[in-house]
């Protein structure tokens, strides 16, 4: 698990000394719960779950003679209880087909690799899946979409670099429609540092999607590079406000120590996490699972 988890640096070997003197009481004192909370910070939980961790921490009852595994498991415990409300796979649900999923994020957090994992993931649950290239503002963006779907056997519907991004998914829907797809997941362009530029594209394919299906875009996924740390919590921030986004997708978990970032952001948004990235093959996107990510994490 530790492998795959790369990122993941427990909590509890942050810890010093100070918590192995439990033995006699059944509190924990101010002093080791400020270091508690201290460990957690550094974790990348943030102050508002490292707070609530150890204001739970601070009631509970620790039988006589506990030592540090039984706050780590009470640690763990808590984390799961703030992971488990948001852990959500995507699903397709959408009727009349495609179920439209768009993705989006800054560029190198992983939203090209993460879109052929998820097309990937789909075609393993027998569903047809089409992709439509929206970022078309970066050559190598559509090249890259197409080298994946190749690999992967997907169709894919391009248009010119410097196109409308909302023409390509247009044609997409059509296409997915008229072929029978099941899932259509759009790329699109990561541009934050033109923000009024990506709010107009994103509100314009909203607005195209909304035309053909009133009920599309089904998700917007968020994708988070997970060695971005607190970083990635101000895009969610930023996108919420851009592109109305239903759910998050955190990547490169396996070669990072910041995986408690997915702890701030339960805590903070509430968004649904979908899934995990643990590496750049096709099978490395995992199930979000809370209890075996508090396990990690503690
Ligand atoms: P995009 O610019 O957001 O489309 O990002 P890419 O999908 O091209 O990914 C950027 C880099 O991150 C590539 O080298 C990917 O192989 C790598 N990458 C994506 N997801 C993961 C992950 O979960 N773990 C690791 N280790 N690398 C990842």
């Known amino acids: ?10 909590t509890s070997e942050r810890l010093s000394g100070n918590l192995a003197g439990i033995g006699g009481q059944t509190r924990l004192t ?35 003679g506990s030592d540090e595994r039984a706050i780590q498991e009470a640690v763990a415990e808590e984390i799961a209880e703030i992971l488990r409300p948001v852990a959500k796979p995507l699903e397709v649900t959408a009727f009349p087909r495609p179920h439209v999923v768009l993705v989006i994020g800054v560029n190198g957090s992983g939203k090209t690799t993460t879109i052929a994992k998820l097309a990937h993931l789909f075609q393993e649950e027998d569903y047809a899946v089409m992709l439509a290239a929206g970022d078309t503002f970066r050559a190598a963006a559509i090249g890259q979409l197409k080298v994946w779907a190749d690999r992967i056997g997907v169709p894919v519907v391009t248009g010119p670099e410097g196109g409308d991004p909302a023409s390509v998914v247009f044609d997409g829907v059509k296409a997915a429609t008229q072929q029978g797809i099941d899932a259509l997941i759009v790329d699109t362009a990561g541009r934050l540092q033109n923000k009024r ?5 994103l509100a314009k394919i909203r607005k195209v999607l909304g035309r053909l299906n009133p009920e599309a875009p089904h998700d917007v996924v968020l994708v988070l590079d997970a060695t971005n740390g607190q970083n990635a919590l101000a895009q969610i921030d930023v996108f919420k406000e851009v592109a109305g986004v239903t759910g998050l997708v955190m ?15 339960a805590e903070q948004y509430g968004l649904p996490i979908h899934a995990i990235g643990v590496g750049e093959g096709l099978d490395d996107l995992r199930p979000f699972d809370p209890d075996l990510v508090a396990r990690v994490i503690a």
């Open 251 to 265: 990547t490169k978990l396996d070669g990072t120590a910041r995986g408690g970032v997915l702890v701030a952001a």
């Open 197 to 201: 530029e990506l709010m107009d594209e």
């Open 1 to 10: 698990q530790n492998r795959v988890f790369g990122g993941f640096r427990k």
């Open 30 to 64: 101010d002093a080791q719960l400020d270091e508690l909370e201290d460990a957690l910070i550094l974790s990348d939980l943030g102050p508002r779950a490292a707070m609530r961790i150890r204001d739970r921490l601070a009631t509970r009852q620790f039988p006589r």
